[in-house]
């Protein structure tokens, strides 16, 4: 394994080596992420030492001094040095001196201006920002450009000119389906911050859980919640947190489905007869609010009130998604009131229970958004849609006036590759809009859906893929070399951890708890070549509720295997290239050596741990890819071409080994493909002769469109 | 790497092998720790379910209930099983019947009856205590029980009859010379009811920091903590979620040394002129308090009401160690004030001090516990000496009338190993006490002192050698194999991760950190392999400020390493046994190998990682004793004796390779001298020859008793 980790870290390294950018005046790699709107390299450097100090020029408020100290310690933390405590009284001798035109609006708006610029020449460096906010982008620049060698730690002399290309750049957690506590949100909120993120969307209620205090209606969380929710205080702990860090939090109470957590306390708003309990499974359910009744809407008249005071957001979420209409069928007096207000069908009632929300809300200060099924003729003009159909029902959506957000290609719950992501944009250039419509594109907004995750392993859903999307939605649109973006994910993501993030630490936890005093080398090389299935697979292929403990290998694995991924790109490198092959040829042996002999060790855990048994088959599986791969590599070193036979029987294996199983996917069986065929046909790669094959295997490979939950 | 840790894991999982109790009815090797006062084992089984269900017969209270719901969710973690919620009402189909005979006391105190039985056969398992702290330390012997093979996973068939050997079982957090916040005390809390610790010591001023809300005195947090301070409701919150775990919160507000954070706030309370600050580095200060103005009794009567109030436990720590007397000896007033009351000297003006405490405590229902200075005749009787100078002065106060708890041997921040703190027992054979004065020894506690910690280390610091330290107070005397306990201890180790610790964790962290996104693979080997420096070495050997990052190489390693655990009892178990060497050498060369292949990879990390330059050496070095661990076992299979000056330049090597560097030790060093030996002498170990040798280096390995800070 260390090998094979090893190795996976030297191409990791290697990557986009061939790929920078060639319009840089010092062409230099760096692991900005996301990238500036300009970078231009110069030569030398500004030395980071013990002596570190920072001067404010200009304004200064609690927020930038806040930003300042979280940049310091994380900056000494990195490099072991204690720097000066204070501001540097003298300028022009400080290391970093930063000018800050004024602490920006007083609560974080999606027109908060977030452009900075950071210059480092030998001598200083100076950060300027028209507000703290741009300040505080421009402090994550430089904690990302911090570097070292022997001469030292330094920062490389630089002029960066940064602003966003949109302005909503954002993460949806669901605390729902399962219940996300305060301190998974702070260190979350950290990790937005470092990747210049700027909106926390919380998905606050749902039919599985209703998580947040109302002191109005306190039957909603005793009765809704498991005793599972923030109360009013951490709600003002996270807003002010998040605020800290220049992001805003906009709130969801999804209606008028989702419900059935209120109903518990609630029955009385609901269009079905009661009673309710929460529900615990997974899927779209038919309770629903009555729309058609005065004291519901003087209800949520009273409820939006509060959250109105609680959440300084301009912007809240009424959900609005997926009410399948069953209980407004089966509802007579519903019915007789659609007849008599002339409501065609189901969307059009909505319509009009969204037309009395939106004048709620507009009574409180706020701006309505809600998910595509909002949009109807009636739907008032400064709705904003967040779409989880697709860019054109977003772009459709511009068309017709309303401003929107992306969220259906980042939908990071579902395990995709962080390339499927990274290269969706918000405005593709299928798209045609005028510049007028575009700009209603306000930006995008991943979505951290919580069926399958705890507050021990949302960190490894989220992150590091997040800070892709991140550089998506913040970053010029031609940014878009794949393999440079894994080369710097990988060293983002390890800056993530210094922030509190958990995801590289959380599979270590699950999978000791498995092999108890055992070595978790061989389980640990398993679980980093397996995936968790894709899309909405894991539900059918592995049934739970939201009682589960969801601590077996799937949840131990991470979306996008290292492992593999290093399996796809070494593999591409290096066949068909004489040289490199003999290169690396001995890296890539080490690497199936260890695939080969994770057998018998793993076995005795399987053995012990009876849970891991659906696990017995993926490492025969993997000690059997193993041996394949060392195969192929002897093929190519002999010179001589691996027989037909051998090839079928190979990739027969590959695609054998490659079905979904315990929730994963043995991730690293596709990607060895091309060495297969590479054997057999001596280097000599016809991709024709592959055609009807790959074909196969790419149904298998590639996700298809994320469904709505 | 991979090769070296499984090579431990399987010497762990071997140990104690032939050293288990020959007293059993069925001969068995648990994971249990503490080992039970009486446990018997029989054949059988009982198989744990996914039906796994609860009843609770006699009483019960909410205290038991979030008991068994703490137990089933973890039982659900390690089994993958999602059980039926809520408890069984018919008990006799239960998979585990409870039967309480009442909640306990009100207040958690030194006198809980602890005690309970578990029986467990192949039908049910029947778990009876007197109280509910009872039942909670049977939940965990439960939980500790499970077992699982290829049948699945069970509860082995046993009768367990338990009770605690001493009813004070504590460990002290120092949360001031580095902040400890709450999410660290709570997962820290529930380590230590994991392994049956029953009393939190809360070390809250100090020097460096006064980290409780007083609302009487609100300038003590808000002047002398930095902001880092507990809030009342946080108190409340820790004393609540100790009390649910059968854990008493005894504070400590040490006077009248160590006070110098309460003078920034109320230099009118101190022996000396003002003014003063918070103190940033180490060591003792002359700070005090002036014991002869009655405005300061007002004052401490007035806080220690409020504390009083906030903490329920009977037993309040007024420190009282290590005032060094020089403010007192300068102040003309003090002096004065002594003489006119016939005080000799500090000492007896501090037992004036101490006595007028202790008439403040009683008059608030406390009783008084302090350091052994606070010993004196004039000491009232119900006072508790905590002893940091060891087993006989603990002895003398015990003769002398007085309660005492030991800590002296349980320094856990000084580094030692884990089997020097495991043998040091509270009540000694060497020590000579009557049945009574015995009686007055009610346990011990390990001292947490935080120079050289984080919250990000803490954990590594404390676990997992606390376990084993909570059976020295728990277990019977008699309890004492060295290898069972280090076998048990590195399964409780990744239990103790399941409550949510750390300690595993932290390295990786650390490690990553560093190195970016290289792999951390040669790195974990070189800070497995090293140990911090022991004793009070570490602030000599690399000085630092309470601002210092603490994320060095030093951070990142852990006391009593289990590579060097692993070579000590691996070359000891092969040394002068031809036929284990044979079948246990490849293992060893594997190991050897990957100490010698540490380079070049570690190499290209330290050049990019500047604050690890200071590891260079030791990198160095660890090759070098790779190498020649495989020359040894080289010499030794070939059966031909190694050269004296190949021996003499070897034992060189490794004691030069002992000396600390960058405030660690190269742990592997000195456990490699058996072998080099042997190599020499042919499997022909003759101490008598090595005996000058040994001497020089015991004394780099053995540690000398523990100073006070």
Do not use: C, H, M
């Given at each position: 394994m260390i090998r094979t980790f090893v190795f996976a870290a030297v191409v990791l390294v290697a990557m986009g080596a061939t790929s920078a950018a060639q319009d840089r005046p010092v062409l230099r790699r760096h692991n900005l992420m996301p990238v500036p709107k300009s970078v231009a390299f110069r030569d030398g450097r500004f030395a980071v030492r013990e002596t570190f100090a920072v001067a404010v020029t200009k304004t200064s408020d609690p927020r930038l001094l806040a930003g300042i100290d979280r940049m310091l310690r994380s900056l000494e933390r990195r490099t072991g040095f204690t720097f000066p405590r204070g501001l540097a009284k003298d300028a022009s001798a400080a290391a970093l001196v930063i000018e800050c035109d004024g602490p920006g609006l007083p609560v974080p708006s999606?027109?908060?201006?977030e452009t900075y610029t950071l210059t480092i020449g030998p001598a200083q460096a100076v950060l300027k920002a028209a507000t703290t906010v741009g300040a505080l982008r421009g402090f994550e620049t430089l904690r990302q450009l911090l570097d070292g060698d022997r001469q030292g730690y330094f920062l490389p002399a630089v002029a960066i000119d940064d602003a966003p290309r949109f302005p909503w750049r954002g993460l949806l957690i669901d605390v729902c389906r399962h219940w996300i506590p305060l301190d998974a949100i702070k260190r979350n909120l950290d990790g937005m911050a470092a990747v210049k993120l700027n909106v926390l969307h919380l998905h606050l209620t749902e039919d599985q859980g209703f998580r947040v205090e109302s002191r109005k209606f306190p039957k909603l969380h005793q009765l809704g919640s498991d005793g599972h929710f923030f109360t009013q205080e951490q709600i003002r702990d996270i807003v002010a947190y998040a605020a800290d860090r220049g992001i805003r939090v906009v709130p969801e109470f999804d209606m008028p489905g989702h419900v059935t957590s209120w109903l518990v306390g609630h029955p009385e708003l609901a269009a079905g007869p009661g009673p309710y309990e929460i529900v615990r499974e997974w899927g779209v359910f038919d309770a629903a609010f009555d729309?058609?009744?005065e004291p519901v809407y003087r209800f949520l008249d009273a409820f939006y009130g509060e959250m109105a005071s609680l959440f300084p957001d301009a912007y809240m979420h009424i959900g609005g998604d997926e009410n399948n209409g069953k209980q407004w069928k089966a509802n007579a007096d519903i019915q007789a009131f659609m007849a008599k207000n002339k409501l065609a069908d189901a969307h059009a009632l909505q319509a009009y229970f969204n037309a009395r929300l939106s004048k709620i809300l507009k009574k409180y200060g706020k701006r309505m958004v809600g998910w595509d099924e909002i949009l109807h003729p009636e739907l008032p003009k400064d709705s904003v849609v967040q779409s989880w159909r697709g860019q054109e029902s977003l772009a459709e959506s511009a068309r017709r006036g309303y401003s929107g957000i992306l969220s259906s290609p980042y939908?990071?719950?579902?395990?995709?590759?962080?390339t499927d992501h990274y290269l969706a944009d918000p405005l593709p250039p299928t798209v045609t809009l005028s510049p007028e419509e575009a700009k209603r594109v306000l930006g995008g907004e991943a979505t951290m859906w919580a069926e399958w995750v705890t507050p021990d392993t949302i960190d490894s859903r989220i992150w590091p893929r997040m800070a892709a999307i991140a550089e998506r939605f913040w970053s010029p649109a031609s940014i878009r070399d794949v393999p440079d973006m894994y080369r710097r994910l990988a060293a983002v993501s390890v800056q993530l951890e210094d922030?509190?993030?958990?995801h590289e630490s959380a599979a270590g936890l699950i999978l000791r708890r498995m092999a108890g005093s055992r070595s978790i080398a061989q389980l640990s090389l398993l679980a980093a070549a397996v995936e968790p299935v894709k899309g909405y697979r894991r539900g059918r292929l592995k049934p739970a509720t939201q009682f589960a403990p969801l601590t077996s290998l799937v949840d131990a694995s991470r979306p996008d295997s290292l492992v593999a991924l290093m399996l796809r790109f070494g593999i591409d490198e290096l066949v068909g290239d004489a040289p490199r092959f003999r290169a690396r040829k001995g890296e890539l042996t080490a690497a199936f050596e260890e695939f080969r002999n994770i057998r018998p060790a793993i076995d005795r855990i399987i053995d012990e741990s009876p849970m891991l048994q659906e696990a017995a088959p993926l490492a025969a599986d993997l000690a059997s890819l193993g041996s394949l791969g060392l195969e192929a590599l002897s093929y190519l070193a002999s010179g001589e071409a691996a027989p037909a036979e051998w090839r079928d029987a190979a990739l027969a294996k590959l695609m054998q080994a490659a079905e979904p199983r315990a929730a994963v996917e043995l991730a690293v069986a596709l990607p060895m493909r091309k060495l297969i065929v590479a054997a057999a046909e001596q280097l000599q790669l016809s991709e024709l002769g592959l055609k009807a094959w790959l074909t196969r295997v790419e149904t298998l490979a590639v996700p298809s469109p994320p469904a709505k939950k």
């Open positions: 999606v027109d908060e201006n729309p058609t009744r939908y990071i719950d579902l395990s995709y590759r962080t922030v509190g993030l958990r």
